[in-house]
């Protein structure tokens, strides 16, 4: 049974770039969340996902979008990439209960 | 608002000793708590929680928490620890309004388990 799947897991992107992030939810899971966990901190909440529909928003600007598709997959957006952007993002799959998160994908910011 | 604390970037034991990462909570009502591991380059993974009913819970890989409501606390234990359970340790609290499951999470802990 896979687990939930994140894709690319590191790419490196200059100041001013847009970038797509990637998440397969685990088998049978219908919400995706998002997290951003900055170097030596805990992962921050960025918005989560049902039914296609952004539910609820964590402290992130608008520059952070996402979308999620009919399979439940989703993607994370970020635009106008600023330094501090850099950090790993968490993909956490849940179906009414425990979430279980992906290994994630380290963005560099350049 | 809901908050979680882990009070010790650090926590350092010899191998084979009992292992302790401290974690305490703020939230109004009951409070639906977790632990997560992490490895090197790798996401988080789920160890246990608590939701109701028994204080004390076990999880996997031999950790068990103890839930203390009078000192909104809910620490991570180990019997007997090793090697391999160096990694770092993430107390979270989900979030009761909005029926999303959004996780609040600590700093974090790092366990640094010695031969």
């Known amino acids: 049974d896979a687990g939930v799947t994140q894709s690319p897991t590191h790419l490196i992107k200059t100041r001013g770039q847009q970038v797509t992030l990637r998440c397969s939810p685990k088998s049978g899971h219908d919400t995706v969340s998002w997290y951003q966990q900055a170097l030596g901190q805990g992962p921050q909440f960025i918005f989560q996902y049902y039914e296609e529909e952004e539910r609820q928003r964590g402290n992130f600007p608008d520059r952070f979008s996402g979308h999620q598709f009919p399979n439940y997959s989703s993607e994370l957006n970020v635009n106008a990439l600023l330094l501090g952007d850099s950090a790993l993002y968490l993909c956490?799959?849940?179906?009414?209960?425990?979430?279980?998160f992906g290994s994630g994908t380290r963005l560099t910011v350049v | 608002a809901q908050s979680v604390a882990q009070p010790e970037d650090q926590v350092n034991v010899a191998e084979g000793n009992p292992l302790t990462v401290k974690c305490t909570y703020s939230v109004s009502g009951n409070p639906y708590l977790f632990w997560y591991v992490q490895y090197p380059n790798r996401g988080l993974q789920f160890l246990l929680k608590y939701i109701t009913g028994d204080n004390l819970v076990k999880g996997s890989y031999g950790f068990e928490a103890e839930f203390n409501k009078s000192q909104t606390s809910f620490h991570l234990k180990k019997p007997s620890a090793l090697v391999s359970d160096s990694a770092l340790y993430f107390c979270a609290v989900r979030e009761i309004s909005g029926n999303t499951g959004k996780l609040i999470f600590g700093q974090g802990t790092t366990l640094q388990v010695k031969p």
């Open positions: 956490a799959s849940s179906l009414a209960g425990t979430a279980t």
